[in-house]
């Protein structure tokens, strides 16, 4: 009488995720690995990290007074997997000689899953304070200052992350 044995689940799911290998992007824009969140700015899919102390010019924000537009890059967080894009929750701050000088609750923003598994969302715009900067005339008081941007994110999981950059406020191009 013969018997045959099937190696048992546990251990072909085992060996399974020993032969995989580099994670596929289904499984980075699952939220695979440890959160992170980076700013930045680009065109398109483009996505550049600020450099500390970046120049980067205030604009108008829609939601109402001034800010600076950023696009964010994220890795660990929920950007959609087969669906290609998820909500994440996002809160944006900016912080100017140690203290706070701006923040907004964006709500719901799509988090877009990128070809490299990286999520990206853009069109944000970290607020500047517009009791404190009500005019353009009180943001000159910023041009030239270095200022902290801050994003902090949660996907549909529940999972936060929190990323900043430095960079120096311009109000206009010089000339």
């Not at 290998?21 to 700013?39: F, H, K, Q, W, Y």
């Not at 988090?111 to 005339?137: H, N, Q, R």
Request: overall charge negative.
């Amino acid at each position: 009488m013969s018997t045959s044995r099937r190696p048992s689940p546990l251990l072909m799911a085992t060996l399974g995720l020993l032969s995989c290998g580099e994670p596929t992007v289904e499984e980075l824009c699952a939220g695979e690995g440890e959160p992170e969140i980076l700013l930045g700015h680009g065109e398109g899919s483009d996505f550049v990290p600020f450099e500390p102390g970046e120049e980067v010019f205030i604009t108008i924000a829609p939601q109402g007074g001034f800010g600076v537009t950023i696009r964010a890059s994220t890795s660990g967080l929920y950007a959609g997997a087969e669906q290609g894009a998820a909500p994440i929750s996002l809160v944006l701050r900016s912080r100017w000689k140690g203290e706070p000088s701006g923040e907004f609750d964006w709500g719901d923003v799509v988090l877009y899953c990128m070809e490299d598994g990286s999520g990206l969302f853009w069109g944000a715009i970290v607020p500047l304070d517009p009791e404190k900067f009500p005019t353009e005339a009180d943001l000159e008081q910023l041009d030239g200052e270095r200022v902290e941007l801050e994003a902090e994110a949660t996907d549909a999981r529940g999972e936060v992350v929190i990323g900043a950059a430095e960079v120096t406020l311009r109000l206009r191009e010089d000339g």
